[in-house]
């Protein structure tokens, strides 16, 4: 485990996710049924089976234990010991009418209703009394058995009485009050529960997920023990290592850290990426949810998610709220609950100390948000004109306005609603909440920059986002910079040693992307413990730089964008202001085969001299090589099998003995779509003493660092879900420029901002625009911003012309034809992000290529170097424009005809007329197919029918059975 909360797994990074599932203990719900809707209660343990209770149209009792068969409720208090119908009667005084109900029935003993019970758990089992009493005992009373957990007791305990926490298994009592509570939540004296309430759902943090896979272990190792004690007949010879295997334990850990749903490749686009994967909580996984069975109501935002889980930091796929983000402030309590924090306010009104606050504790009290006054204080600064104002203020399912004196709880800061990613976005009250949810999103997608730079307009979660997500170092101790290079900062701290920080350069991240930490002090300068000394990937100064500020006009030009397109200057790339580092990891293992072992070389069969020249003695490419697609990376040999040679060839190597040993080329070559530089090669192998899988003798890993600019293709976006694609890049003289002479370097189509409804970008606009002229950057929290007017205020202070300090607008000239524009443009300083969709990793083109084994059609996909599929709607267009000979073309000749593809290729490369098409090879395996059935299918073309325009029948199968001589059976079919 790292110091930053991941997992090293077999040398890969990955996060555990924390899952939310439903907590152990009592709910009470009610089920709808065709005879109306009806309440149920249910008993949950952490291990063991369910108990459930339910309550007919007839206002009869029913209890289902473990899911089976249902039985009246008072056989099972009978069978508990309250055995007489004034037991009973003593329970439940003052529901009377509904047990009277289930007194039909004639179960009048204890032993009868064990054995009733008993027979229903276990219908196939002898039923005697002693087994009866056994078997609910320890089915629900064992503690080996079942098991309510910490959380089961305790929740029990908020609806019942107070048990000790220690007693972890059901006790009769609390079936008895389970009963009592639910006829009084069937009177409507007592409400029912809701299901995806926050204090019903808890959260299963890594510990918890890795004690239940430890528990599962140490169980099978016991079960193993039990059996070997069992059977060895010479107890004084055994020795504790024979008996006791702990191979079971460590295939558990091993496979939940391997294969499990929640134990997930860490996500580290960028450091905002990494910091919200480990703050993810998923509904999904092993006792969890399902995405295909999950309904609406699960997904929903629910009231008391607010400062426990963010309402916008969802997938928009089918996981949409079912995988979720925990809130800015919002905790993990010891039972798994999430907390959220207020502040308590005092009897004269004052704000008290800070109190953290779970689901269930906050439906009793009175809540008010912190939010900002007209006077600029906020709610519960203590101010005589706060306390005069009414409050909206929460309490339970309802909103209430309340003086100040009659809230209990006051929220600590405005922003404690969202995450950290929707913490991020400023103006985050001005937006739809699907274009927030996309904001957030995108930002976690941000490719790191070669030059980073921090927003001109951010929140102030900028700077804590970068420290918690562990892309800076900090100073340990308060002390003077000695030494400062791009590897390591030694630090005097006073003492007789110095204190080194490594720094990471130029290494690969989970997703591809370049981590690269440079130093931000210099020789001379004076420290303080926790003071930021190292620059991140994606940070500027110790804050969150994911993205670019350029200046960016809201207009149309020329429809280059229409539809989301982006148009984008030259600047941008002259500058490399989007471009970003991306590296490539090779990897290669030479192992023991049957025929020999492989060997990675130098001398590799039928390649040029010229090709070889960056590879080393060993074969491998050298550091700071030059490589593209082609090019070769590792120089690999497999020896060929006896099999591959013909019988004169094996008889003349009997003969003769093995002279040249025959090898295949099996080097590893770059990719096509791949060029850059060879930046470190790792070579491990057995002889050097590194650990190594079986079989394996040698392993290689060559990173290729490439260079990339933003380029036609890329996908770019802002922080309020305005995305789109780069269409065109314009020479800088030819952008639209203000009157000053300055070119824009961003053209954005203003109809993207109305049906989207995310006017934040516009607000953002205006304020950039300000902080650039006045070369300063600010901070404008969620849901407690700059207001428009303090927004033209700044712009005010600016030397800007008067008309665009009152609108936010200027004039703009044509670079082309250096005419003004009609109308004036809004323009100014957005922060822009490029997205981990480029253009590059998607671009694919193939001539030929591998084909599918069996029905020769070339393969699907960029990775397999594939084609474009032409599936069964595309054969319907091309019918209905009549394109016969395409059509012809695209079924045969580019797809399965073996022949034809082969002559066509052919006969491109000599200049020749193409033969027609043939037979396309699914056909053959179509016939093959009815071959298999037993059926003889022949081909047969009608020459005749072929010459008669009036006919249809085009081809003829004769079909019989293959034993018979004659045909049995002939049909005419069309093709």
Not at 861 to 890: D, F, I, N, S
Request: glycine residues 8%.
């Amino acid at each position: 485990m790292t110091e930053n909360g991941s997992f090293i797994v077999n040398g890969s990074e990955r996060v555990i996710v924390s899952q939310l599932h439903r907590s152990p203990g009592v709910i009470f719900l009610e089920k709808s049924l065709p005879t109306g809707r009806t309440p149920t209660a249910q008993i949950i343990p952490y291990r063991g089976a369910w108990v459930e209770f339910e309550i007919d149209t007839k206002d009869q009792i029913y209890v289902r234990i473990d899911k089976r068969k249902k039985l009246p409720a008072t056989v099972l208090l009978r069978a508990l010991g309250w055995e007489s119908d004034a037991d009973i009667l003593k329970l439940y005084a003052k529901t009377e009418r509904l047990v009277l109900a289930g007194w039909q029935e004639p179960y009048t003993l204890k032993d009868a209703a064990l054995l009733t019970i008993f027979r229903t758990l276990r219908p196939g089992d002898p039923a005697g009394l002693e087994n009866a009493r056994k078997h609910l005992s320890w089915l629900l009373f064992d503690a080996h058995r079942y098991d309510l957990g910490v959380v089961g007791r305790y929740k029990l305990n908020r609806k019942f009485q107070n048990i000790p926490v220690y007693v972890r298994t059901l006790r009769p009592e609390d079936i008895a009050a389970t009963v009592d509570y639910l006829l009084k939540v069937h009177n409507g004296i007592a409400p029912k529960d809701d299901l995806d309430h926050l204090g019903n759902r808890r959260v299963r943090v890594i510990g918890e997920l890795l004690e239940n896979q430890f528990r599962m272990g140490l169980f099978q190792i016991r079960r193993t023990t039990r059996e070997r004690l069992s059977t060895d007949n010479d107890i004084a010879k055994v020795v504790p290592s024979s008996l006791v295997n702990p191979k079971p334990l460590m295939m558990a850990l091993r496979e939940f850290f391997g294969s499990n749903q929640l134990s997930q490749f860490m996500q580290q686009i960028n450091p905002l990426d990494e910091l919200t994967h480990k703050r993810r909580i998923s509904a999904i996984g092993p006792g969890g949810l399902h995405r295909d069975r999950a309904t609406a109501a699960v997904r929903d935002v629910h009231r008391t998610h607010y400062g426990r889980v963010c309402p916008l930091e969802t997938p928009e796929g089918p996981s949409i709220g079912l995988i979720v983000s925990l809130a800015c402030y919002g905790r993990i309590n010891p039972y798994g609950f999430i907390e959220t924090p207020y502040h308590r306010v005092d009897e004269d009104a004052k704000l008290g100390p800070v109190e953290y606050l779970t689901a269930d504790s906050e439906d009793t009290a009175h809540i008010a948000a912190r939010a900002t006054q007209r006077n600029g204080k906020q709610t519960g600064d203590g101010d005589a004109a706060a306390s005069e104002h009414l409050l909206p203020v929460r309490s339970g399912e309802d909103v209430l306005s309340l003086p100040m004196e009659k809230v209990d709880y006051i929220g600590v800061s405005p922003q404690q609603i969202v995450g950290i990613s929707a913490a991020l976005v400023p103006f985050l009250e001005h937006e739809d909440a699907n274009r927030a949810l996309m904001g957030a999103n995108h930002q976690r997608q941000a490719v790191p920059l070669v030059r980073p730079e921090a927003p001109l307009v951010g929140t102030g979660m900028e700077a804590p986002a970068a420290l918690y997500s562990g892309a800076l170092i900090t100073a340990k101790r308060a002390g003077t910079v000695t030494s400062v290079s791009a590897d390591e900062i030694l630090i005097y701290t006073g003492e007789t040693l110095h204190h080194d920080q490594e720094l990471q350069t130029f290494k690969r991240s989970n997703s591809g992307t370049c981590i690269h930490q440079h130093p931000i002090v210099a020789v001379g300068d004076i420290v303080e413990a926790e003071q930021v000394i190292v620059d991140g990937t994606s940070t500027e100064n110790g804050e969150l730089a994911l993205g670019r500020n350029v200046l960016c006009a809201y207009m149309p030009w020329g429809g280059h964008n229409y539809e989301d397109s982006i148009l984008i200057s030259e600047t941008l790339i002259k500058e490399d202001t989007f471009t970003s580092i991306h590296i490539e990891e090779f990897e290669v293992e030479a192992r023991e085969t049957k025929v020999g072992p492989e060997e990675i070389t130098r001398d590799i069969p039928n390649v040029s001299e010229q090709r070889l020249t960056q590879l080393d003695e060993e074969g491998i490419i050298r550091v700071g090589s030059v490589v593209g697609a082609g090019s070769i990376l590792v120089g690999k040999i497999t020896p060929k099998g006896e099999s591959e040679y013909g019988p004169e060839e094996k008889l003349l190597r009997a003969i003769f003995g093995e002279k040249v040993k025959e090898v295949r080329d099996a080097s590893t070559y770059v990719r096509p779509g791949v060029e850059g530089v060879v930046i470190d090669v790792k070579v491990f192998s057995r002889k050097m003493g590194d650990e190594l899988k079986p079989g394996v003798i040698k392993r290689v890993k060559v990173y290729v660092a490439s260079k990339r600019p933003i380029s036609v293709g890329d996908k770019m976006a802002g922080r309020y879900g305005n995305k789109g694609v780069i269409a065109k890049i314009l020479p800088a003289e030819d952008m639209p420029y203000l009157p000053d002479g300055t070119p824009v370097e961003l053209v954005l189509n203003p109809l993207g901002v109305p049906s989207r409804m995310n006017v934040g970008q516009i607000l953002e606009i205006h304020l950039g625009w300000a902080c650039h002229e006045l070369g300063i950057r600010v901070a404008t929290p969620v849901f407690d911003g700059a207001t428009e007017g303090e927004i033209f205020e700044m712009l005010g202070k600016t030397d800007l012309p008067k008309r665009s300090k009152q609108s936010g607008k200027s004039i703009l000239f044509d670079g082309r034809t250096g005419d003004p524009f009609a109308q004036e443009v809004t323009v100014g300083y957005v922060y822009f992000l490029k997205l981990n969709h480029l253009v590059a990793d998607k671009m694919h083109a193939r001539s030929t290529g591998p084909y599918s084994l069996v029905t020769q059609q070339p393969l699907g996909g960029k990775a397999q170097h594939g084609g474009q599929r032409l599936g069964e709607m595309e054969v319907w267009a091309l019918e209905a424009y009549g394109a016969a000979h395409t059509l012809q073309e695209m079924l045969t000749l580019k797809s399965d005809d073996v022949l034809g593809r082969r002559e066509i290729y052919e006969s491109v490369v000599k200049g020749l007329n193409p033969e027609p098409p043939g037979t396309p090879e699914s056909f053959k395996v179509l016939v093959r197919e009815l071959q298999t059935l037993g059926l003889y299918v022949s081909l047969d073309k009608d020459e005749d029918c072929l010459l008669q325009p009036s006919s249809h029948s085009v081809i003829i199968f004769e079909v019989c059975f293959s034993n018979p001589p004659a045909p049995l059976l002939q049909a005419t079919g069309f093709v």
